[in-house]
């Protein structure tokens, strides 16, 4: 059963505008939050994170925001650039487990 | 600072066939993870070791994959004998642990495995 999920394979945005990638989630016993870029035949890189006790972390263009009560995180870039244009991963954590659970990904494509 | 780098990039066996994964951690982190991706899906966790010892395995599929960690330094990932659903890229990641305080996981380039 999928713990963590993305429902949107891809997305395609103009350059310019504001690019909004969506995660669901079931197990209300995650600490963190965090999303992954990725890169073709690269592996995923950090890109920001949220703790389940905020609802909004901001760096740069990236936001993330957390609804706890609809277990549900966005994250939010502004203004999107072509080289944003890769897939973006959720993931959870959990303190007492110490892994990532990883959502299926979606493909962003900004557009010139 | 060398990030994560896992040897091969690639492999092609056919089924049935031993193959085994390498990855060398960012120098001085104690935790090192093992990921798999597969047929485009989630990745999905396979395993943790801090230093050699083995914290948490419970996303090994089956007996037939066996990691190690000896020394504490790099890690192999064996697969023996190789099935068709073992296709896929596997990640390896590794990471600090101060306190217990989540740290940022660094993740390798992956090794795409092909099993025909």
């Known amino acids: 059963d999928q713990q963590v999920k993305q429902n949107s394979p891809s997305l395609s945005v103009q350059e310019g505008r504001i690019s909004i990638l969506n995660c669901d989630y079931t197990?209300?016993?995650?600490?963190?939050f965090l999303w992954y870029k990725k890169y073709p035949a690269e592996g995923p890189t950090f890109l920001i994170s949220?703790?389940?006790?905020?609802d909004k972390n901001e760096d740069g263009r990236f936001t993330v925001f957390l609804n706890k009560s609809a277990k549900h995180l966005s994250l939010h870039i502004v203004p999107s650039q072509p080289g944003d244009s890769a897939v973006y991963f959720c993931a959870a954590y959990n303190n007492a487990g110490n892994m990532l659970t990883f959502g299926g990904g979606t493909r962003l494509m900004v557009k010139p | 600072e060398a990030g994560v780098t896992q040897f091969p990039s690639h492999s092609v066996i056919e089924k049935g066939q031993t193959v085994t994964l390498r990855c060398d951690p960012i120098?001085?982190?104690?935790?090192l993870y093992w990921y798999r991706r597969v047929m485009g899906k989630e990745i999905k966790f396979l395993l943790h070791f801090v230093k050699e010892s083995k914290q948490d395995e419970s996303g090994m599929p089956n007996n037939r994959f066996l990691a190690e960690r000896t020394g504490g330094t790099y890690s192999t990932l064996k697969v023996q004998p190789a099935e068709l659903e073992d296709s896929g890229v596997y990640f390896c990641?590794?990471?600090?642990?101060?306190?217990?305080?989540?740290?940022?996981?660094?993740f390798g380039p992956g090794t795409r495995l092909t099993v025909l």
């Open positions: 197990n209300s016993m995650f600490d963190y």
């Open positions: 949220i703790s389940s006790i905020k």
């Open positions: 990641a590794s990471s600090q642990d101060i306190a217990g305080v989540l740290y940022e996981q660094f």
């Open positions: 120098s001085g982190h104690d935790n």
